[in-house]
């Protein structure tokens, strides 16, 4: 059974960088051919995919999003990581990772999911 768990910080600062990990048990990151995503919801509002990391390696990322996101892994740990820059109290969402099957498949697993409060 795949498990993921988000952790970081739960208040963050205006024009500071938000920062997450996923980390991953009972299934590696490297295994063919699983996209690793971040998801976030805002309160009030639907899902937002904003990135995956390939099982290769490979980095996708929101157009909307590109310019302040990077999602790296360490695959010593089994984990992927956010990192949201520049943010502003509209970055306030529930942060979500997930595991898809392949590039155009659906999530099978998720994360329970993180609060984080843009706030000063």
């Known amino acids: 059974q795949v498990q993921l768990q988000e952790s970081g910080p739960g208040l963050v600062k205006p024009s500071q960088t938000l920062s997450l990990t996923c980390t991953v048990s009972g299934g590696s990151i490297t295994t063919s051919y699983y996209y690793w995503s971040w998801i976030r919801q805002p309160p009030g509002k639907g899902l937002e995919w904003m990135g995956a990391i390939a099982y290769e390696g490979s980095n996708y990322y929101s157009p909307s999003l590109k310019s302040r996101t990077s999602i790296s892994r360490d695959t010593s740990k089994n984990q992927f990581s956010l990192q949201l820059s520049s943010v502003t109290p509209e970055d306030t969402a529930v942060y979500y990772c997930?595991?898809?099957?392949?590039?155009?498949?659906?999530?099978?697993?998720w994360g329970q999911g993180t609060q984080v409060t843009v706030s000063s």
């Open positions: 997930a595991r898809k099957g392949s590039y155009y498949g659906t999530y099978d697993y």
